[in-house]
């Protein structure tokens, strides 16, 4: 470690808005104003190299569209990132895109979704090294691909199967793998274990956390499992309605959670031994995005809310070390 | 007497290349006003239980021995007609998905009441007004109103609420509910819990909670069964099943789930997959994951569920006289 570590990647004000108006001519014949879906809204954070930050919160967030940034797959409304020093999205505008495109890839959430079904595996996972001409011998290409399978714990003689003929864990492995095939920094992880089932999710975090120490990779972790994001991050930061609303470090954010919405997601988790204990559950439900409450975009649904919470919304400060948005906080009321 | 037994359940898919036996000698039985928790992996057969006791299995599936009784009748052979009155009247059903369990060209009070009117012997105002009711019961703001709105009009949560409000609506004894809360964000799956417990405890109702969420398991149910590869692993109360899991399945299981309340490093995991239908192994459909099943017996005479602490597990561990225990 350096005394000051740069971080790997850093998002300053990323906004992601996209048009959902209603087609040209019913706005103008029934006069349908245009409508403007606001899904990433501003949001800003740091992930120092060899660091897992995760990205949770409900259905609808933004959560999604950030990792979709942060890989190029959209361009930002507004605001930008900068990876390794460099501004990433205009280094993914460039001709020499793939350079970026190299150190940066994805895991995506569905691992049958996400596989081509009629391609063996060894073309999947050798695409990326074929694609960024890394490798181009064909005996050369096969023993890369059998590397990369075995260190995700399948083995060299599966590069010769279709995807259907493996579960949805070794599937999950087989994403991950194709993943590391270009030696990437970082790694942008959408859900990659929501699909799998416990005993099999547990396998795949032990993969990622192993491949983190050994190859020091950065990831933006993306969950809507607190017990999951407990287990594997860093930093943990808390969106709601395309913002992020708390943001500190794991060890803060689940013994101390400040902001209202993080304690109540916290709640809302069913504790495992204490069998048979009632949870107080939260009222009401995420409002429309399109449609978002003025002040604070929590204040409907916070016990702590005044007048102040619902005329203005609140900026992500520095308060006792983590950052977060909330008057009360800031307030001190709460 | 209890309210649901299901004994020796075997449910079959004959195909083309041989029969595949799907759940294979499934008992347990439910008490009125009992939570019966169903966990499991993908695949373990949760759903296909609750199918077949529904009367709902996909053809070509078919049981194909075994028994299931409702109050101590049989329903297990009913003829269509029979099992369509007893479905709705006096077993429920919630699935997973809310958007695809209700017509999405009827409002929700027309469906309503249609269910209620083919189920009670009620006029068309009576059957309106216990509609009301009955969103106002499932927590639904200015039901109303609401009643005439259609599917598409409610969210994610509101429309599970609907769907629990249509399967509560002929006031059956018994409810299925599949994964009833799998679609929904935490903050709502609370209150969706909240909402399942309360009102089957006011009206007496049992459940048979099917999900793959031991979280959820452990806040509702009474006692649970642990399923595997088409048979029950373990069942006993939730407290003990949970905090002094018997079956070396259960047991990896609980350890495979990261929790809130302590942190550790790695994850335990258990290594490989269930296995698929076609080979099941011999003995006990566990043993070639199962840290602990080395010995001949686990590989050749299959365990039946057996006494086990406070719980009952099909392993041979827990039996004295199997030369398995150590």
């Known amino acids: 470690m350096t005394a000051t570590p740069q971080p790997l990647v850093r998002a300053h004000d990323l906004a992601k808005t996209f048009d959902v108006s209603a087609p040209w001519l019913n706005r103008v014949i029934e006069r349908k104003p245009r409508a403007l879906l606001h899904a990433v809204d501003g949001v800003g954070f740091e992930i120092e190299r060899g660091q897992t ?7 609808g967030c933004g959560k999604s569209t950030v990792a979709r940034l942060l890989v190029g797959l959209y361009a930002p409304t507004r605001g930008g990132f900068t990876f390794d020093g460099q501004d990433a999205h205009a280094a993914f505008q460039q001709r020499d895109a793939r350079a970026m495109r190299r150190r940066i890839q994805m895991i995506f959430q569905d691992p049958y979704a996400s596989l081509n079904p009629r391609w063996l595996v060894e073309d999947i996972v050798g695409e990326p090294l074929r694609e960024h001409g890394l490798i181009t011998g064909k005996a050369e290409l096969k023993t890369r691909v059998g590397e990369l399978l075995q260190s995700v714990g399948l083995s060299a003689q599966d590069m010769a199967k279709y995807p259907h003929q493996f579960s949805g864990g070794q599937r999950q492995r087989i994403s991950i793998a194709r993943a590391l095939a270009t030696e990437p920094e970082f790694l942008v992880c959408d859900e990659p274990t929501s699909a799998l089932d416990v005993s099999v999710q547990a396998q795949v975090l032990n993969i990622m956390k192993r491949l983190q120490r050994e190859r020091r990779l950065t990831y933006l972790f993306i969950s809507h499992n607190l017990a999951v ?33 993080t304690r109540m997601l916290l709640d809302a988790i069913p504790k495992m031994h204490d069998t048979g204990r009632a949870r107080t559950p939260v009222q009401g439900e995420v409002p429309n995005p399109l449609n978002p409450p003025p002040g604070c975009a929590f204040n409907p649904r916070c016990p702590h809310a005044n007048e102040r919470c619902r ?9 006792g070390g983590i950052r977060i948005a909330c008057h009360a906080v800031e307030e001190g009321r709460i | 007497m209890s309210l649901l037994e299901v004994e020796n359940l075997v449910v079959e898919f004959p195909g083309r290349r041989g029969t595949l036996r799907a759940l294979d000698g499934i008992s347990f039985s439910i008490a009125p006003g009992e939570i019966l928790g169903v966990v499991g992996e993908s695949g373990a057969g949760k759903s296909l239980t609750g199918a077949a006791i ?14 299931i009784r409702l109050e101590g009748q049989r329903i297990d052979h009913l003829p269509h ?32 009441v249609e269910t209620i009117q083919t189920h009670l012997p009620v006029n068309a105002a009576e059957a309106r007004r216990r509609a009301v009711a009955l969103l106002k019961d499932t927590g639904i703001p200015a039901a109303e109103q609401r009643v005439d709105h259609y599917p598409h009009q409610f969210s994610g949560g509101m429309r599970q609420r609907v769907v629990i409000a249509l399967a ?20 709502i799956q609370a209150q969706i819990i909240q909402l399942l417990k309360s009102i089957c405890k006011t009206r007496g109702a049992a459940v048979m909670l099917i999900t793959h969420d031991m979280g959820v398991i452990a806040e509702t149910c009474d006692r649970v069964a642990v399923m595997y590869a ?36 790695e994850l335990y995991q258990i290594d490989g997959a269930m296995p698929r239908l076609t080979a099941i192994p011999p003995g006990c459909a566990f043993n070639p994951r199962c840290p602990r099943g080395f010995h001949e017996r686990c590989r050749t005479v299959r365990p039946e569920l057996i006494p086990a602490g406070a ?4 392993c041979w561990l827990h039996d004295p006289a199997s030369g398995v225990a150590a």
Do not use: C, W
């Not at chain 2, 099943?241 to 018997?246: C, S, Y």
């Open chain 2, 54 to 67: 529904i009367g709902l299995l996909e053809p070509p599936g078919r049981v194909a021995s075994g028994e």
């Open chain 2, 311 to 314: 719980t009952r597990a099909a």
């Open chain 1, 311 to 319: 005329t203005e919304r609140p900026q992500l400060r520095s308060i």
């Open chain 1, 229 to 261: 994001v407990r287990h594997v991050s860093d930093q943990v930061g808390v969106m709601y309605l395309g913002r992020l609303v708390e943001l500190a470090g794991k060890h803060a954010l689940f013994e101390r959670p400040r902001h209202p919405y």
């Open chain 2, 168 to 187: 509560l609506a002929a006031e059956p004894q018994l409810i299925v509910a599949d994964e009833p809360t799998t679609a929904l964000d935490v903050s």
């Open chain 2, 230 to 265: 088409g048979r029950i692993a373990e069942i006993g109360p939730v407290h003990e099943v949970i905090n002094h899991p018997a079956h070396p399945y259960t047991a990896g299981l609980m350890a495979a789930i990261p929790d809130m309340e302590s942190e550790r490093d």
């Open chain 2, 81 to 112: 007609e029979q099992m369509r009155h007893i479905r709705g009247r006096r077993i429920g059903a919630i699935f997973q998905d809310p958007l695809t369990s209700l017509n999405p060209l009827y409002t929700v009070g027309q469906q309503l």
């Open chain 1, 53 to 59: 930050l995760a990205l949770v919160g409900e259905s």
